[in-house]
């Protein structure tokens, strides 16, 4: 099992920016420094990944999709998952999460980026330009949720399977998850979707919420507060 | 001692490239690089990591399969693959796989020889042995499917062998029983429209089959009330309503339990029992005694939570159920788990569920076709004596066709058993006592082993014989009834990888012209496949474009007639009667006992979700989840840990009455404090899977001892007590 990270300092300047920059829905994109495609990205409606946690059974069918998907090296994977258990013996709780990127509106990782490898891709998820990347790292630094895995000649995180969503297919975590947990579409109709989800998981999860406030290109339906399952 | 590849070479004499190693590495660079601008074909297969062979569509890049996708017209994918069948395709380009036939020329050597070597050899020397000793000294193995069982039954049949067997003693053979005997078959439980299920260590999320998967996570959306019983809290017990932990081996005193409150408030369906099931008196007899204030000192769960269980799935029937689950629980894991799935079988008669929405259904599978008997005449099925004791009343007399590969093994060791032949099976290791089923293995004087990967059982077989993977051959059409059903078959993805390797069939065909036995093979693939296909509006070239399709099947809703002897539901058995078992469900311990020494634990093991058995750790993918999640230790509970001062991520020593392991431990609270688990997918002990060493560790199977239930035969997985020493 994968240990909680420590919150760290510049996930909560990334968060404190954004909210102070009056971030709603669908006015992210305005930070683009990768030219290149900024007028591409303008054309694409944005997408999300709604992902229901609370039901959710680790199987990773999602992961290996993902790996085959991008033919990229087993020991890199786009998604994981963080995870704690709660409670002692018998009454133990579970809880978990999908740890992946979030597709932040006005991702810092964009402007960071010295080389102008990251872009606002198809659906306006973050999408990274493999051949440019020159794996320097300043992603991660200023990521607020300390996603991108930095190899040797690249960075490695999740595009939302932009060469999928180009043929208007769906991306291919969400096209293999066996337990229906994953659901892709408009951003607006994943948004209404998850809050009415996280209503019905009330009865049984008192702090079930969706992680949504920034408008992710990730929504995480959660069975726990966002804190407990290190996220602000 | 651990043979590692290297020693084995050595001591084979053979140079690197005689097993067909592939010195040749493949640049990965340059076809990704190639690969980005080539053209994508797609055609449709079926998955081939675990036994549900579920569709798919494999994508070929550059002549190289790259991906697959679930196929959504097959009756177990929906359009669903799970991290096995991504991570299983690996197999196909496996540089360690089988490449010509070997022959043993010693205790570990190998020698590669010719197919026609190979072949004739096996004919004269399996022909020596049906000369000498008879038919009923020869068996073959196998996970059945489709191709597997039509060519080997007719083969054997052929030559009089009647013992063909399966993995199911090690698997579900104790849960298929108990249902034959009482409900005449396994229903297809309803998950979708039910209002509660009682899950008894099934675990969706660890033992996937991708379309049950869908029905629970329509359940767990749902409003659907799921309560788990399991040692630990599995995938599905943690997302579920309720987890309800029990001593491993003690379900039945609480099935029986909840049946005693189920009858005594009356909760049960009167009409279901008078009117559609006999030896009703006889069972309401039986469990009046089994008070849930007995069962929770058997159980360690509370009387009231038993009352509670009881009274949600009387009060929810006939849209309520308890789940005749798979291997978990009752499969083949202890001597009383014919007779818990008999008591599942009997609670769920209790609550008049059977046909009904909600409840469990006997879902019709589809038809097909078959060969015309005049032009290509099948063997008769002999009457010889099974090797495995199968229907005889004083060895296994209710054991069903799927045979007892642990027990030939015996008889291999005593020299009343020759011969045996598996295909894609790997009894050596996924039984229980890894000594027994080698000696006996080693002790035949002919056994054949087809496959593609040398895995345990190859490794002391006598021939191993290639076959190409299953993106490499097209199969039989197959037919998978449920609540969707399709007929399936496999097409042929890519060409052969490696020339010397051949499809089972092809295989069987040209062992038959040895054997002089072709006349029964005179036919192709194809011919079958367009018999197969007679009953449906398509033909087999347009079929193989879409691979597979579903079939409208309608759910016999209301049925009550059962294909038991009496056509009722059976709460009293005249077979068992008749056989000296007990005619109507009782209690009866585990092996193991209720109550444990001191310091003793009891063991459980279980799936995870992205292995199938030990067939999968050598597959670099999913190698690299059990390295990420640290996953493959023993599981043991907080509190005890911290008595014995064991921390997390702690060596232990494991102790049965086999052997001594040691292996690292995982400390967590979701275990019951009598238990210690341990997933079963590790303890590979051949020396050609490289990636598996890496997460090599103890596998279930080498702490049980040899033994096998006087029912159905079965393996008793479980049945053992462990011991555990901080290293």
């Known amino acids: 099992m994968r240990e909680n990270k420590e919150d760290n300092q510049s996930r909560r300047n990334f968060l404190k920016k954004t909210a102070a920059a009056g971030l709603t829905a669908l006015t992210a994109g305005t930070a683009l420094s990768g030219d290149k495609l900024l007028a591409e990205s303008n054309d694409t409606a944005k997408k999300a990944i709604l992902m229901d946690n609370s039901l959710c059974v680790e199987c990773q069918a999602c992961r290996v999709a993902c790996q085959n998907e991008h033919e990229i090296d087993v020991e890199y994977s786009f998604i994981k998952f963080l995870s704690r258990e709660k409670g002692e013996y018998p009454d133990v709780e579970y809880r978990l999460r999908r740890d992946s990127c979030m597709h932040c509106p006005d991702a810092p990782c964009i402007s960071a980026c010295p080389v102008d490898a990251l872009y606002e891709g198809e659906g306006q998820f973050t999408t990274i330009d493999a051949e440019e990347c020159i794996a320097c790292g300043r992603c991660l630094e200023v990521c607020p949720f300390e996603v991108p895995e930095i190899g040797e000649d690249r960075m490695y995180k999740c595009d939302a399977c932009q060469h999928l969503l180009a043929e208007d297919k769906e991306p291919a975590c969400v096209n293999t998850c066996i337990s229906y947990a994953l659901q892709f579409g408009d951003f607006e109709d994943m948004l209404e979707a998850g809050r009415e989800r996280v209503d019905q998981l009330k009865e049984s999860y008192p702090e079930a919420n969706l992680y949504a406030s920034y408008d992710f290109g990730l929504l995480l339906i959660l069975t726990d507060t966002p804190s407990e399952l290190n996220l602000v | ?727």
């Open chain 2, 1 to 727: 001692m651990k043979l590692t590849r290297r020693s084995f070479l050595k001591k084979s004499g053979l140079a690197a490239g005689a097993l067909g190693l592939s010195l040749q590495t493949f640049d990965f660079e340059d076809w990704s690089a190639r690969a980005q601008e080539a053209e994508v074909e797609k055609f449709p297969t079926q998955c081939n990591t675990c036994g549900t062979q579920c569709g798919a569509w494999a994508y070929v890049k550059n002549g190289r399969v790259w991906k697959v996708e679930g196929h959504e017209e097959h009756a177990r994918s929906l359009g669903k693959l799970c991290a096995r069948s991504h991570g299983g395709l690996r197999w196909v380009y496996d540089p360690d796989r089988i490449k010509q036939p070997l022959k043993r020329v010693g205790e570990k050597e190998f020698e590669p020889i010719s197919w026609e070597q190979a072949l004739t050899e096996i004919a004269d020397k399996l022909d020596d042995i049906l000369t000498e000793y008879g038919p009923g000294y020869v068996a073959y193995g196998h996970y059945p499917r489709a191709t597997g069982n039509f060519y080997s039954e007719r083969l054997m049949y052929a030559l009089g062998v009647s013992t063909l067997c399966t993995h199911a003693t090690s698997c579900n053979a104790a849960r298929n029983t108990g249902f034959l005997y009482s409900m005449g078959g396994v229903p297809d439980a309803d998950l979708s429209n039910t209002r509660y299920a009682l899950m008894i260590g099934r675990n969706h999320g660890g033992g996937i089959r991708t379309d049950q998967m869908k029905k629970m996570s329509e359940a767990l959306a749902g409003d659907a009330k799921i309560v788990c019983v399991d040692p630990r809290q599995n995938n599905i017990a943690r997302i579920a309503d309720d987890w309800v932990p029990i001593k491993p081996g003690t379900d039945l005193a609480m099935v029986l339990a909840i049946s005693n409150v189920i009858i005594e408030e009356e909760l049960y369906d009167k009409e279901f029992v008078e009117e559609h099931a006999v030896g009703f008196e006889q069972f309401a007899d039986r469990v009046e005694r089994v008070r849930p204030e007995w069962a929770e000192q058997v159980t360690d769960i509370p009387a009231d939570k038993i009352k509670e269980m009881a009274r949600e799935l009387g009060e929810n029937r006939p849209r309520s159920l308890v789940h005749p689950s798979w291997g978990g629980a009752f499969g083949a894991l202890y001597a009383n788990s014919e007779e818990t799935a008999r008591a599942v079988a009997c609670l769920n008669a209790l609550l008049g569920n059977i046909n009904e929405e909600g409840g469990l259904i006997f879902h019709p599978t589809p038809e097909l076709g078959s060969l015309d008997e005049d032009q290509y005449p099948a063997p008769e099925e002999p009457d010889t004596r099974r090797a495995d004791g199968v229907g005889v009343r004083d060895e296994y007399p209710l054991a069903g066709s799927f045979g007892l590969p642990h027990y030939l093994m015996e008889k291999a060791q005593e020299g009343e058993f020759k011969s045996m032949f598996i295909r894609h099976h790997n009894p050596v290791r996924n039984f229980p006592d890894y000594e027994h089923m080698a000696e006996g293995f080693r002790s035949l004087d002919l056994s054949v082993v087809f496959e593609i990967n040398m895995t345990e059982t190859a490794m002391l077989a006598d021939y191993v014989l290639p076959e190409c993977s299953f993106m490499e051959r097209e199969e039989l059409i197959e037919a998978s009834g449920g609540p969707h059903a399709s007929i399936s078959m496999r097409t042929q993805v890519i060409p052969k990888v490696y020339e010397e390797t051949k499809s089972f069939d092809e295989i069987i065909v040209e062992l038959a012209e040895k054997l002089d036995v072709g006349e029964y093979f005179n036919f192709t693939l194809d011919d079958v496949n367009r018999a197969r296909l007679e009953p449906y509006d398509i033909t087999l070239e347009e079929f193989k474009e879409i691979g597979s399709m579903m079939v409208d099947m309608e759910a016999p809703l209301g049925e009550k007639e059962l294909n038991t002897r009496s056509g009722d539901f059976e709460f009293y058995s005249e077979i068992y009667d008749h056989v000296g078992r007990p005619g109507v469900v009782g209690w009866q311990p585990p092996a193991i006992g209720v109550n444990l020494e001191e310091d003793e634990f009891r063991f459980a093991t279980g799936k995870e979700g992205f292995h199938s058995h030990t067939a999968t750790a050598n597959i670099p993918s999913l190698a690299q989840i059990t390295k990420d999640y640290d996953s493959n230790r023993l599981w043991i509970n907080t509190s005890v840990a911290e008595e014995r001062g064991i921390e997390d991520g702690d060596r232990v020593k494991l102790k049965s009455p086999v052997t001594t392991e040691e292996v690292r431990v995982k400390v967590t609270e979701q275990i019951h404090p009598e238990t210690v688990f341990m997933p079963s997918g590790y303890g590979n002990k051949t020396p050609f899977y490289e990636t598996a060493e890496e997460i090599d560790t103890v596998n279930p199977n080498d702490l049980v001892p040899y033994q096998t239930s006087n029912i159905a035969g079965h393996s008793m997985r479980q049945e053992t007590t462990v011991k555990i020493e901080k290293v």
